[in-house]
């Protein structure tokens, strides 16, 4: 099981003729991702590959109308037509990996995206999805070396830093357990999927028994995580590390991290976070690799 | 990027956002010893009467702190903007200054259009009171402050702006004069790519009219690229002005947009920072402090740099003053290059060749080669270092340096 992801996932990436997409093309393959497509505008014909490169999504769907996932690699001025092409065929699976995309965009794409129940986005400034036991991975999620950090496990994974999401799996692996489904959403001001929208899917998740967050400051998503925790209540055991509590007592206006790592105006601030979440149940690590034992403690020793 | 008030109002005056008349006057025109004529003109041309000379900086609350002063004469004039002109003023040096016509008003409101991250939706909010801290209204009277989502596709409608100013009390004309405001604004953040746009205080005159008193604007510098019209020159946002080494690492990504590494944030500590990655730098941070160490500096580079940029880098990070230790640390990387950015590392080193303790701990692709690199680096130059891929998580790294660092400072003081 897992979320998101399984071995029913067939992708194409938008813009695969670039360098990087290419690139990661090749990690997805050679990891076991089925990628049966890939559009760039004007190159229709070529190969990536061995993948197919079509014109227009319409194409490569009417050539392959299993896909049923889209990972957008276009330029950052080019990503709402990019999704808003894949909204219009709903596809179900989203996923950014784009950085820099401008707000007024993001903001527009997940407006229109809510016209669409059935499609989920994730991103921008995502570095992925994995699915270890489908053995599927969308994006550059744990780069050439993939096996070393990510094996099938419990433990369901969301990050705001695509960075640290492999460095928080590392960790739980560490620790002894693997993962259900891993994912960088990126810290952008406003995302396809925060925190709240993905929880839940790993409360429904049955391989999922706990589920380890990696939180940065600025906006307003793990307060907004904690208020539905106190809400609807906390299913499976959630461990969080809140990065940047440092920057509480750093000059006001620094920017540092992410694009979505800034304390604006008091906004965001990470030991407002950590008090939120703490009083909604969930485990806080103080210094990130605390989580391991934290593990340990909600889960005991995973089968084998 | 934050944009200066004088910057915000002319782009108003573009939409038709009415303002008052005024002159921006810089440092540039300043330094004539006895009367400027170009003052006297720029009282004259805004009345005659009494103009307001407002300090031009990116801080918030300028004008409780002396930012914000009345001349009544051309004389008081030039006496005032040489007493602000070039003087530092809240962590900023005034460069220039904003001189306005005054304006006569019966009522302060308040009025800004950004993004509520946590809806994911624009939102218009309405003050009946403005020229207050407006954080401080939403908190303790959340119901003077008229708020309303809207969509960003359609965008903002003007039975939208009318709702949201009849919530807190706006009738009559009242409505139709500020709902026409609001559009404005929002039509101001879709053609500049803002993320926030704020009147406060927003006055109505003595004849019925509204008039934006300040402008704060703050645009997205992720659509920068599709804005080159909008060339406002670079500004730093630290709250003081940037030290040497801030300058000098602010030219290491000039001119060449391969990764990013020169992100450097001075601080007064003694352990320095070469950390990657913009969540694994933060999360170091917090150990180094979490263990009781102190950072000499922040920084960041990531998104693959060639090794000539983490060379200079690393020239900037490791010869501060007064350093204890080194901490070179960041996740496993999913894309940088332990390699490359390691051969540009060992270069800086090799020059420095630093007294103090260092602690690596790094993954990720040519992560073997780097990290030989280095314990080859340590043993030609008798460096005092400790070397660790992935088999030790990466905040433990922080605790060593730390202590490393303690045991060290007793050292050389004995």
Not at chain 1, 167 to 190: K, L, N, P, V
Not at chain 2, 22 to 29: I, L, M, P, V
Request: with cysteine; glycine share 12%; proline share 6%.
């Amino acid at each position: 099981m897992g979320i998101l992801i399984s071995e029913h996932t067939r992708v194409l990436v938008q813009g695969i003729t670039g360098r990087e997409a290419s690139k990661v093309t090749r990690e997805m393959l050679d990891y076991g991702t089925k990628v049966v497509a890939g559009v760039t505008p004007g190159k229709g014909g070529q190969e990536v590959h061995g993948v197919p490169v079509y014109n227009t999504l319409k194409e490569a769907l009417s050539e392959h109308p299993e896909i049923n996932a889209v990972l957008t690699y276009v330029p950052p001025l080019a990503v709402k037509d990019a999704v808003f092409e894949a909204l219009e065929y709903n596809i179900p699976f989203i996923n950014i990996i784009t950085e820099r995309v401008p707000l007024l965009d993001a903001a527009q794409i997940y407006s229109y995206a809510r016209t669409k129940p059935a499609t989920r986005i994730v991103g921008p400034t995502s570095v992925g999805v994995i699915n270890p036991g489908a053995r599927v991975k969308v994006g550059p999620i744990g780069g050439v070396n993939v096996d070393r950090v990510y094996r099938p496990g419990c433990v369901g994974v969301i990050s705001k830093s695509g960075g640290m999401t492999t460095e928080t799996s590392w960790i739980i692996r560490q620790a002894g357990f693997g993962i259900s489904t891993a994912m960088g959403i990126g810290g952008d001001f406003i995302k396809g999927s925060a925190f709240v929208d993905l929880v839940p899917l790993f409360f429904n998740d049955p391989q999922t028994k706990a589920i380890v967050i990696f939180g940065e400051p600025g906006g307003g998503d793990e307060e907004a995580l904690a208020e539905y925790l106190e809400k609807y209540g906390m299913r499976k055991p959630i461990i969080a590390f809140i990065a940047g509590r440092f920057v509480d007592h750093m000059p006001q206006g620094v920017q540092f991290g992410h694009a979505g790592a800034i304390v604006e105006r008091g906004m965001g601030s990470p030991a407002k976070k950590i008090g939120a979440l703490r009083r909604a149940g969930v485990l806080i690590a103080e210094v990130q690799h605390e989580i391991g034992a934290l593990l340990k403690d909600v889960l005991g020793a995973e089968p084998a | 990027m934050r944009l200066y008030e004088y910057e915000g109002k002319k782009l108003f005056a573009q939409v038709g956002i009415p303002i008052p008349r005024s002159a921006y006057f810089t440092k540039a025109e300043t330094g004539a010893i006895g009367a400027d004529p170009q003052l006297e003109r720029i009282f004259d041309d805004l009345g005659g009467r009494g103009v307001v000379v407002k300090a031009q900086v990116l801080a918030g609350k300028r004008g409780k702190a002396g930012g914000i002063r009345f001349a009544h004469s051309p004389e008081e004039l030039q006496e005032l903007v040489e007493g602000m002109i070039g003087t530092q003023f809240l962590g900023e040096e005034i460069t220039g200054v904003l001189i306005e016509e005054k304006v006569e008003f019966v009522s302060e409101h308040y009025i800004s259009v950004t993004y509520d991250t946590v809806r994911r939706q624009p939102v218009l909010a309405i003050g009946r009171e403005g020229g207050i801290d407006v954080e401080e209204l939403a908190r303790e009277h959340p119901e003077k402050l008229g708020l309303r989502h809207f969509g960003p596709i359609v965008g903002l409608l003007p039975w939208v702006a009318r709702d949201a100013a009849a919530e807190v009390g706006f009738t009559g004309r009242e409505l139709h004069k500020l709902a026409a405001i609001a559009v404005k604004m929002w039509e101001l953040m879709v053609r500049t790519d803002a993320r926030l746009v704020e009147i406060n205080p927003l006055v109505k005159t003595p004849n019925g009219e509204y008039m934006a008193l300040d402008a704060a604007i703050i645009l997205d510098s992720d659509a920068q690229m599709r804005h080159p019209e909008l060339n406002f020159p670079p500004r730093q946002a630290t709250g003081r002005p940037l030290t040497e080494r801030e300058l000098i690492a602010q030219a290491i990504d000039e001119g060449d947009y391969r990764g990013v590494a020169g992100k450097y944030v001075e601080l007064d500590g003694d352990i320095a920072m070469l950390t990657s990655g913009g969540g694994g730098s933060i999360t170091l941070m917090d150990a180094i402090e979490a263990y009781g160490g102190r950072p000499a500096n922040y920084t960041e580079y990531g998104g693959n740099p060639p090794a000539e940029k983490v060379y200079r880098l690393t020239k900037v990070v490791a010869t501060k003053p007064g350093l204890h230790g080194l901490l070179i640390a960041g996740g496993i990387a999913n894309n940088t290059r332990v390699d490359v950015t390691f051969e540009g590392i060992a270069r800086a080193l090799e020059e420095i060749r630093p007294p103090y303790p260092i602690v690596i701990r790094r993954a990720g692709p040519g992560e073997e080669e780097g990290l030989r690199l280095m314990r080859e680096l340590a043993e030609r130059l008798g460096l005092d270092m400790e070397v660790h891929g992935a088999e030790l998580p990466m905040t433990e790294a922080a605790r060593i340096i730390v202590e490393k660092a303690a045991a060290y400072r007793q050292r050389v003081e004995g």
